[in-house]
């Protein structure tokens, strides 16, 4: 079955760049998504097929699938940033999710 | 405003039966492929199953495909998922989430609050 591994923490600096990999086989054969997860609250979509930012997330947020690893880019990462991040992809009709990646912000 | 509601979590004992439901509101339910997400406590996020948006097609996760069953009533706007023989792992959060368009194979652009179920004796 199809898998997607995260790495499973990332620290950063206030203000700097935080990238969070997603790695599976040919991903950049399909779309990944990118979704934010803070405790206490429930998944926010940050984004989209691969690159694509929904209304009201801020332009700090990027996204990227190259090869067989998708990269999530904050960059001047602020404290609220903070939180759980999960990638996804599909695998014919089957939802995949990564392992998730907690970022740390200090 | 689009919301997910779900109900059902609680307490379960193992070997017993969870039934869940989601009550959507602000959305066109009947148009929109569903989904169940769980996770499990200090893990990862994971698909339990999706359906499309009337129902024609059901998706399973293959480590839990015969234990859930997915199913919708569009005239009610509400989502439903049962889980049989449940054990201790099976211990989660369980979000119902809106898929992109009528099959859900897309972003996962809406999620319920999420409701928790424990498995224990």
């Known amino acids: 079955s199809y898998e997607l591994t995260q790495p499973p923490s990332v620290s950063v600096s206030p203000g700097q760049t935080a990238t969070i990999t997603c790695s599976g086989d040919?991903?950049?054969?399909?779309?990944t998504y990118w979704y934010q997860h803070k405790p206490g609250q429930s998944p926010v979509v940050v984004i989209y097929k691969d690159s694509k930012r929904p209304s009201g997330i801020p332009e700090r947020f990027s996204g990227s699938n190259s090869g067989d690893t998708a990269t999530l880019t904050i960059s001047g990462t602020l404290p609220i940033d903070e939180g759980d991040y999960h990638c996804?992809?599909?695998?014919?009709?089957?939802?995949?999710f990564g392992g998730g990646t907690k970022l740390t912000v200090l | 405003q689009e919301q997910l509601l779900e109900s059902g979590g609680g307490v379960v004992q193992p070997g017993r039966s969870l039934g869940l439901s989601c009550e959507a509101s602000?959305?066109?339910?009947?148009?929109?492929?569903m989904h169940w997400v769980r996770q499990a406590p200090g893990k990862g996020l994971e698909w339990v199953a999706g359906?499309?948006?009337?129902?024609?097609?059901?998706d399973y996760s293959d480590s839990l495909k015969g234990r859930v069953t997915i199913s919708r009533d569009n005239s009610k706007n509400k989502l439903f998922l049962e889980m049989n023989d449940v054990s201790p792992e099976d211990t989660a959060v369980f979000y119902c989430?809106?898929?992109?368009?009528?099959?859900?194979?897309?972003?996962?652009?809406?999620w319920g609050q999420g409701t928790l179920v424990t498995v224990s004796a």
């Open positions: 602000g959305i066109s339910f009947s148009s929109s492929g």
């Open positions: 996804q992809t599909w695998d014919i009709s089957t939802a995949i």
């Open positions: 359906i499309w948006y009337d129902g024609s097609k059901i």
């Open positions: 989430v809106r898929g992109e368009g009528g099959s859900g194979l897309g972003v996962f652009d809406i």
């Open positions: 040919g991903l950049d054969g399909k779309y």
